[in-house]
C-alpha cells in the first residue's frame, strides 16, 4: 500500500518495447526501457527527473500519467494505482509533454483550451475565466485568438503549459517545460512552476537544464538506461558524486607521476581526466576544504602555465559523474 | 491557484468535440469538395448504369450514391478525425483528459452524419436535375423517417470503426484497401440478395445492410431483398444497432486498454 | 589546418536512386509489404466487384460487365500513382521534412521522377493483376498474341498516371494538402474517363473533360489492346498517352517550381 505522505510511489516499475520489422522474416527488436524503477515523490513539492536522451525520462511520465501500462511493477499517484485507478486519477493529473505536435495547429490558442476545458468538465461558468487566467499567466493573451499554426515554438510550448494547469491539477507532469522557450519566457516558466508548488500542486519535472533542476528540484533522481542511478536532495548527491567542492586543474599534459599526485592529495574524493586539444583537464571532486590552490601549483612545480580553478560542485557535475559511472 | 477537481460531462464532451469538428471544418473547409464530389461522381455513374433498372432506376440511383456518400462520410469521416488525432498528436493529450475517448468520437460522428446528410442532400439536388425531375417516393414521410435511422444505424459503425484507428496507426490505410469491399458487403448500391449466400451472415452483422434493406422495401414498389421483408429489416436494423451501440463502450476501453500497453498513442 | 569548405552537388542518377528507393519509405502506405500486396491484390478486385453488381443490377448483360470490369482493373491504377504520390508529398509536410528538401542542391526533376518508380511499379502490377481477375471471374478474353501492345499500353498507362500524380503532389507546396485533389482525380475518372459506360454516353462538355485526363487514354488504348485492334490505330492511342506522360511530367516539373516559389513566399511549407 502507497505511504499516504507520497504523491508518488513506484515499485519495480520495468516497461519493455518490442518493435517489429520486416514481412515475411520478421525481426522483432526488444528494448527494456525501464529496468525496476523505485521512486517515492512527497506531495506539494517538486521532484525532479534526469537523464541523457533514451534513459527513459518519457516512458516514466508516460506511465504515472496513465498514457502507457507498466509491463512489470506497481506505481501509485496521489495513493492511487495508475493502471486500476486511471479515471480516478486523469481529472487530478495534468501533463505538459510539449514539442511541436500535440496542439490542434489549425484553431486558436483559446479555441485549444476551450475544447480540454469542457473534456475536463470546467463548469462553463468559470471556463472563459480560467482559460483567460491561464494565458495570462503563460503571457499568451495577446496572441491568444491566432491560430495555432502561426506560433513559434516557444509559444506552443507555452500553449501546453497552459493546458497542463487549466483544470487546477493537483499534480502535473512536465515533460521538459523549458525546451525551446528563450531565456525570459524559460524564467518567466521556472517562475510558474515555483507558484503551483506554493498553490499545493506537486510538480514531477524532467529536464536537461542541470541549472533548472538544480533551482527548481529540492529532490532529484538521475535516470540511466532505464534505472534510477541515485535518488535525493541535490546536496546529498553531490556528496554522492564526491562533495561539494571541485577543483579544476588545467596544463599542456600531466605525466602518470603527476597524476598519481594528484589523485593522493588530502580530501580528493574523485578524479577525473580529460583532454581538450593539448590541454589536460584534472578535475579533483573535494570531501573536505583542507585542500588549498597553492597545494595543488606545489605539486605541479614544472608547470609555469597551470591554472587552478575552484568551485562548487555543480549539479551538471553529479549528473556526469552518476551517469558515466552507470555506463561504465 | 487552489487545486480543484471537478466532474466531466458525457453530453458537454461530446458537443465540445462536435464544435471542434465544426471549426477544424471551417479552418480548413477545401475537404468538402472531396466529400461532396465523391457522391455526386457516384449518383451520376450509378444514374447512367441504373438506366435499365426499371421506373424506379431514379430511387435506386439516389439510394445508392446518397447512402455511399453518408457512408464514406460518416464511416470514414469518423476514423479519419482520430487518424488526425494520431498526426497532430492530440490522441495522448485526449485520451489522458478524463472523459472517456468514446464521448469524444460520438461528438464527431455527429458532425459526420450531418456533413453526411448534406452530402445526401447535394446528390439528390444533382439526381434531380440530370433526370428533369425528382423520383416517385411512395410514402415519403415513413421513407424521410427511415432515412435518419439509417444514418443512426451508420453512425453506430462509425464508432466502431473509429476505435479501429485508435488501435492501429495503419486504420486508414487497410480502410482504403476495404472501402469497397464493405461498399459490397453492406449491399449500399445493390441489394445484398445479389451477393453469393455464404457472404450474407457477414452483410448482416452490419446494422446498415438491414436499414438500406428496409429503405428499399419502403421506396420501390415490388422490391426483392430479404425474405423477412419491411418488418423483418427493421427489426433486424434495431436489434444489431442496439447491439452496436451496447458495445461500443466495452470495445474502447479494450482499445485503451491495448494502446496503453503498446504504448502507439503518439505513433503516426 | 581547418577542414576544408565543399559545395557537394549530387548527379542526377544519385538524387534519382535515393527518392526512388527512400521517399516512397517515407510513406505509411509503401511501409508494410502486407499494404502494397493489399493494393495490388484486393483494390482491383473489390472495385471491379462492386461496380459489374452495379450493372448487373442495372441491366446489363455480359458484355456490359466485361467492359466495366477492364475499366476498373485499369481505373485502380489510380491509387498507387496518384493517390499514393499525393500522400508521399503529403507525408513530407506532416512530419516537416519537405523544406529540408527543397532547401537541397537536388535536381528537381530527378527528385520528382525518381520518387515515381515505385508507384509506376505497383501501378504495372496493379493493372495487371486486375485484368487477370477481369479474365478469371468475368469471362474476359485476353489472348497471348495481344501481349506485347497490352504490355506497351500498360507501362505508358503507369507512367502517364505517375507524372499526373506528380503533377498534383506539386499543389501540395502551396495547399495544405494535395491529398484532396487525389481524391477528386480519384472519382472523377470514375466518370469521365469511360471507366464504367463508353466517354460518349456523356455531354460533350464533359467529353472534353474526360478527354484531358491521362486515364482516359490508357484506358482506351488497353481496351484497343484487348481487343486485338490494328497496331496502327493502337499506336494513335499511345501517342496521346506518350503525350498525356510528358506533359504531366514537365507540367510536374514546372509547377513544382511555381508552386516552390510561392510556398517559400508564402511560407506554407509548413502548413498542412
Excluded at chain 1, 519535472?205 to 535518488?231: D, N, W
Excluded at chain 1, 580530501?267 to 585542500?291: A, C, H, K, Q
Excluded at chain 2, 436535375?129 to 451508420?154: E, K, W, Y
Excluded at chain 3, 490508357?218 to 501517342?239: F, P
Amino acid at each position: 500500500m502507497p505511504n499516504d505522505s507520497s504523491a508518488i510511489e513506484t515499485h519495480g516499475i520495468t516497461r519493455d518495447f518490442d518493435s517489429r520489422k520486416g514481412f515475411l522474416f520478421r525481426e522483432v527488436t526488444h528494448t527494456e526501457a525501464l529496468k525496476g524503477i523505485d521512486l517515492t515523490v512527497e506531495r506539494g513539492a517538486i521532484f525532479g527527473l534526469l537523464g541523457p536522451n533514451g534513459a527513459g525520462k518519457t516512458t516514466l511520465t508516460k506511465i504515472l500519467s496513465t498514457l502507457l501500462l507498466p509491463t512489470q511493477g506497481q506505481a501509485f499517484v496521489l495513493g492511487h494505482d495508475v493502471v486500476r485507478d486511471a479515471d480516478w486519477l486523469r481529472p487530478r493529473m495534468g501533463l505538459v509533454l510539449g514539442g511541436e505536435r500535440g496542439l490542434y495547429t489549425r484553431i486558436s490558442a483559446r479555441e485549444n483550451l476551450r475544447y480540454f476545458a469542457d473534456l475536463y468538465g470546467i463548469p462553463r461558468t468559470d471556463r472563459e475565466r480560467r482559460i483567460d487566467e491561464v494565458l495570462a499567466r503563460v503571457d499568451l493573451e495577446e496572441a491568444a485568438d491566432r491560430r495555432v499554426e502561426e506560433y513559434s515554438r516557444g509559444m506552443k510550448q507555452k500553449l501546453h503549459l497552459a493546458r497542463g494547469i487549466l483544470h487546477r491539477p493537483q499534480i502535473l507532469f512536465l515533460d521538459e517545460p523549458t525546451i525551446g522557450l528563450d531565456p525570459k519566457s524559460a524564467r518567466e516558466t521556472r517562475k510558474l512552476v515555483r507558484s503551483l508548488v506554493a498553490d499545493g500542486v506537486t510538480i514531477f519535472l524532467t529536464t536537461h537544464y542541470m541549472f533548472e533542476a538544480e533551482e527548481l528540484c529540492p529532490k532529484l533522481a538521475v535516470l540511466s538506461k532505464g534505472r534510477i542511478v541515485a535518488q535525493d536532495t541535490v546536496a546529498n548527491l553531490r556528496h554522492l558524486v564526491g562533495g561539494d567542492r571541485t577543483l579544476d586543474v588545467e596544463a599542456y599534459g600531466f605525466d602518470d607521476r603527476e597524476l598519481d599526485s594528484l589523485r593522493h592529495l588530502p580530501g580528493v574524493s574523485r578524479f577525473l581526466t580529460e583532454e581538450f586539444g593539448p590541454v589536460s583537464r584534472v578535475t579533483l571532486r573535494m570531501r573536505t576544504d583542507e585542500l588549498r590552490v597553492d597545494q595543488v601549483h606545489a605539486a605541479l612545480p614544472n608547470h609555469p602555465e597551470l591554472m587552478v580553478r575552484e568551485r562548487r560542485t555543480s549539479m551538471e557535475d553529479v549528473y556526469l559523474d552518476l551517469v558515466e559511472e552507470e555506463a561504465r | 491557484m487552489a487545486t480543484a477537481t471537478v466532474q466531466y460531462s458525457r453530453a458537454r464532451s461530446t458537443y465540445a468535440a462536435l464544435r471542434l469538428s465544426v471549426l477544424q471544418f471551417l479552418a480548413d473547409p477545401q475537404w468538402l469538395v472531396p466529400s461532396m464530389i465523391a457522391p455526386v461522381v457516384f449518383a451520376l455513374v450509378s444514374f447512367e448504369l441504373f438506366r435499365g433498372a426499371g421506373p424506379y432506376f431514379l430511387t435506386y440511383a439516389i439510394l445508392g450514391a446518397g447512402m455511399m456518400s453518408m457512408w464514406g462520410q460518416t464511416l470514414y469521416g469518423s476514423g479519419w478525425a482520430t487518424g488526425m488525432d494520431r498526426e497532430f498528436g492530440t490522441l495522448e493529450p485526449t485520451i489522458q483528459a478524463p472523459t472517456p475517448y468514446l464521448y469524444v468520437v460520438v461528438g464527431r460522428v455527429l458532425w459526420n452524419v450531418i456533413s453526411g446528410l448534406i452530402g445526401g442532400g447535394i446528390v439528390y439536388v444533382v439526381i434531380v436535375i440530370v433526370a428533369g425531375g425528382p423520383p416517385a417516393v411512395p410514402n415519403p414521410v415513413g421513407f424521410a423517417l427511415l432515412f435518419v435511422f439509417v444514418m443512426v444505424t451508420l453512425a453506430s459503425v462509425g464508432v466502431i470503426f473509429a476505435a479501429f484507428y485508435v488501435y492501429t496507426r495503419y486504420a486508414g490505410f487497410i480502410q482504403n484497401i476495404g472501402e469497397f469491399a464493405f461498399y459490397i458487403g453492406t449491399g449500399c448500391m445493390f441489394p445484398v440478395v445479389l451477393l453469393p449466400f455464404v457472404t450474407n451472415p457477414v452483410s448482416l452483422a452490419f446494422p446498415p445492410t438491414w436499414g438500406l434493406d428496409a429503405l428499399r422495401y419502403l421506396s420501390i414498389p415490388g422490391y426483392q431483398g430479404f425474405g423477412w421483408g419491411f418488418w423483418g429489416d427493421l427489426a433486424g436494423a434495431v436489434a444489431t444497432t442496439v447491439v452496436y451501440l451496447s458495445v461500443a463502450g466495452l470495445v474502447f476501453q479494450r482499445v485503451e486498454r491495448h494502446v496503453l500497453e503498446e504504448g502507439n498513442l503518439s505513433e503516426y | 589546418m581547418a577542414t576544408p569548405l565543399l559545395a557537394y552537388r549530387p548527379s542526377f542518377w544519385q538524387t534519382f536512386w535515393t527518392n526512388a528507393v527512400m521517399a516512397p519509405r517515407t510513406s505509411l502506405g509503401f511501409m508494410r509489404v502486407d499494404f502494397v500486396l493489399g493494393t495490388i491484390f484486393i483494390v482491383p478486385l473489390t472495385q471491379m466487384v462492386f461496380f459489374a453488381f452495379v450493372v448487373q443490377l442495372g441491366g446489363g448483360g455480359a458484355s456490359e460487365i466485361a467492359y466495366t470490369a477492364v475499366g476498373n482493373a485499369v481505373a485502380t491504377v489510380t491509387y498507387s500513382s496518384v493517390f499514393s504520390v499525393c500522400q508521399t508529398t503529403d507525408s513530407e509536410k506532416q512530419q516537416g521534412t519537405m523544406e529540408h528538401l527543397l532547401v537541397s542542391p537536388a535536381n528537381r526533376f530527378a527528385l520528382y521522377f525518381g520518387r515515381g518508380l515505385i508507384p509506376i511499379l505497383i501501378s504495372l502490377a496493379t493493372v495487371a493483376v486486375g485484368l487477370t481477375y477481369a479474365a478469371l471471374i468475368y469471362g474476359v478474353s485476353i489472348p497471348l498474341a495481344v501481349f506485347p501492345t497490352l504490355i506497351v499500353s500498360i507501362v505508358l498507362t503507369a507512367f502517364a498516371m505517375v507524372g499526373f500524380g506528380l503533377l498534383l503532389g506539386g499543389v501540395a507546396l502551396y495547399l495544405r494538402t494535395s491529398i484532396i485533389l487525389g481524391n477528386i482525380f480519384l472519382f472523377v475518372g470514375l466518370l469521365l474517363s469511360g471507366v464504367n459506360f463508353p466517354l460518349s454516353s456523356l455531354p460533350v462538355p464533359l467529353q472534353w473533360a474526360g478527354d484531358a485526363l491521362p486515364l482516359t487514354w490508357g484506358l482506351a488504348a488497353i481496351r484497343a489492346a484487348v481487343a486485338g485492334e490494328s497496331l496502327g490505330s493502337i499506336a494513335v492511342l499511345w501517342g496521346a498517352v506518350g503525350i498525356a506522360a510528358v506533359a504531366s511530367f514537365g507540367a510536374a516539373v514546372g509547377l513544382w517550381k511555381v508552386f516552390e516559389r510561392r510556398a517559400l513566399s508564402t511560407g506554407s511549407i509548413a502548413r498542412f
